[in-house]
């Protein structure tokens, strides 16, 4: 089955950790984005990656960082310096970045303790 | 600076009673207009892509159309089990997907 893979399903973070969340997806796409979303707020963009070993920061990259060493792959680590960073995280791909649809993974849930 | 908004923030229907969700937009150079499903806990799962006023989709009860300002996602006789957040979000000339707060949808058996 192609398709779009996150884990952990949840996280917990005590203050000061920084933590990494995984997303793959085998559809064989170029683009893969990392979202925030909070509750009564739409979805903010955290980083992009339209091709390996490179990205672009979103909209509220402060306090995050990713990575894009393989097509399938494209993990994010929260650092100690994200104010506020519980909320849920979506992962999401597409052919590429121009017009195309975005198929978003299951998400993780972080929370910090 | 595209902007999206939806109305109602929530709607509740009771079972087989149609009804329309609102999706207005402000975006330079519309690339697409995209509506998804979100089930609590849950990402988003893709409905539908629009590109062009005039445009419409459908899928088993659901019937989107697009204008140049605004799209609409019709609920044509909802069961329980359409239940969910329904997002809106467009993409401009900037590539950008920009969604909106969503429309909690309740129907009741």
């Known amino acids: 089955d192609g398709g779009i893979t996150q884990s952990p399903k949840y996280l917990f973070r005590k203050e000061g950790q920084n933590v990494t969340l995984s997303c793959e997806q085998n559809?064989?796409?170029?683009?893969m984005y990392w979202y925030r979303q909070d509750p009564g707020q739409g979805l903010r963009l955290i980083y992009y990656?339209?091709?390996?070993?490179?990205?672009q920061k979103g909209d509220i990259a402060e306090g995050y960082s990713v990575s894009r060493e393989k097509k399938e792959s494209f993990p994010l680590t929260v650092t100690s310096a994200q104010k506020n960073p519980t909320a849920f995280y979506l992962c999401?791909?597409?052919?590429?970045?121009?017009?195309?649809?975005?198929?978003f993974g299951p998400g993780t849930r972080l929370t910090v303790l | 600076e595209d902007q999206v908004t939806q109305s109602p923030e929530a709607l509740r229907l009771q079972e087989g009673e149609s009804s329309s969700l609102n999706c207005s937009y402000t975006?330079?150079?519309?690339?697409?207009l995209f509506w998804y499903r979100q089930d609590p806990g849950k990402g988003p799962e893709f409905l539908f892509t629009?590109?062009?006023a005039g445009e419409e989709k459908e899928k088993e009860r659901l019937k989107a159309t697009l204008t140049k300002k605004e799209s609409f996602l019709h609920i044509t006789a909802p069961k329980p089990e359409d239940s969910a957040t329904y997002l809106c979000?467009?993409?401009?000339?900037?590539?950008?997907?920009?969604f909106g707060k969503g429309t909690k949808l309740t129907v009741n058996p």
């Open positions: 990656s339209q091709i390996v070993n490179d990205f």
């Open positions: 629009l590109y062009s």
């Open positions: 979000a467009v993409q401009g000339g900037s590539e950008k997907l920009v």
């Open positions: 975006v330079s150079g519309l690339r697409g």
């Open positions: 999401a791909s597409s052919e590429d970045r121009g017009r195309n649809t975005q198929y």
């Open positions: 559809l064989n796409h170029d683009a």
